[in-house]
């Protein structure tokens, strides 16, 4: 079994930065694909980057390409979540996510 713990999360004015990390219990950390998603309010939840097992590939979704950078240091089991030039629109909770495994989610609010 692996557990998601995130950490970062909190308020920050648009245009600000805010850094997310999810760390991961377990020996197999480095053998999984890693993702975030979040979710806004009323809204489904959302795809938001996703990194390989050996960190060589990234995906993003359009709405945050190239203002936010997932990485992943698995001598460290942790993967996380660099976003600049945030926007009240990135408000929304955030989800680490691999395999069949969640993170709690932590809040992200951004105010104009």
């Known amino acids: 079994q692996v557990q998601l713990v995130e950490s970062g999360g909190g308020s920050v004015q648009a245009g600000g930065s805010l850094r997310l990390s999810c760390a991961a219990s377990g020996r197999t950390f480095s053998s999984y694909n890693m993702y975030w998603f979040r979710q806004a309010p009323g809204k489904e939840r959302e795809f938001v980057a996703s990194?390989?097992?050996?960190?060589?590939?990234?995906y993003y979704a359009d709405s945050v390409k190239g203002r936010f950078t997932i990485s992943r240091d698995n001598a460290k089991n942790t993967v996380y979540l660099q976003m600049n030039s945030l926007k009240p629109e990135d408000t929304a909770v955030y989800y680490c996510?691999?395999?069949?495994?969640w993170g709690q989610g932590p809040q992200i609010t951004v105010s104009s």
């Open positions: 990194i390989s097992w050996s960190g060589g590939t990234t």
């Open positions: 996510h691999t395999n069949v495994y």
